[in-house]
């Protein structure tokens, strides 16, 4: 699971340049349990990625500039998907605080009909970021029990 699986990068398109219907790649199926999680330090996770990998889930970690990348060539109509993201990430060398936000404000203009989960230790601003990103279908927690009901799609 990293950065560098880009076997994952063409896993269903609905539809291809011509219009028509596109077969999933082999091993995955339509409305397959995919988690993009948005994490610089995945290791944090590795129990909740082992529970999700045991129940057919399929987790991919991305960076933020990946994980825009990967959603903006993909879609998702035919999987049950859903994103999780860290706050506080390392990108491209800089700490960057609002990692989180920024990607959620990223995802705002492309009106993503999956949930996203923003895992942070402090969700005090949940109710203005919700109205803020309402595009998004935002939740926000710090609790680890939580976070893995997301993931393994309880």
Request: glycine letters at 4%; a negative charge; charged letters at 25%.
């Amino acid at each position: 699971m990293g950065a560098d699986d880009d076997s994952f990068i063409l896993l269903v398109q609905v539809q291809n340049a011509a219009g028509t219907a596109a077969t999933s790649p082999p091993g995955y199926t339509a409305m397959q349990k995919v988690i993009l999680w948005v994490d610089d330090h995945p290791e944090n996770n590795s129990k909740i990625m082992a529970r999700a990998a045991a129940n057919n889930i399929k987790v991919r970690v991305r960076s933020t500039r990946e994980a825009l990348e990967f959603l903006d060539k993909n879609s998702w109509q035919s999987c049950d998907f859903r994103i999780i993201t860290d706050m506080h990430r390392i990108e491209a060398g800089i700490e960057v605080k609002d990692a989180g936000i920024q990607f959620i404000k990223e995802l705002h203009f492309r009106k993503p009909p999956f949930p996203v989960l923003l895992y942070c230790s402090w969700t005090g601003n949940i109710a203005r970021w919700k109205q803020e990103f309402d595009a998004v279908r935002l939740d926000a927690t710090s609790d680890a029990v939580t976070a893995e009901k997301f993931v393994l799609f309880l």
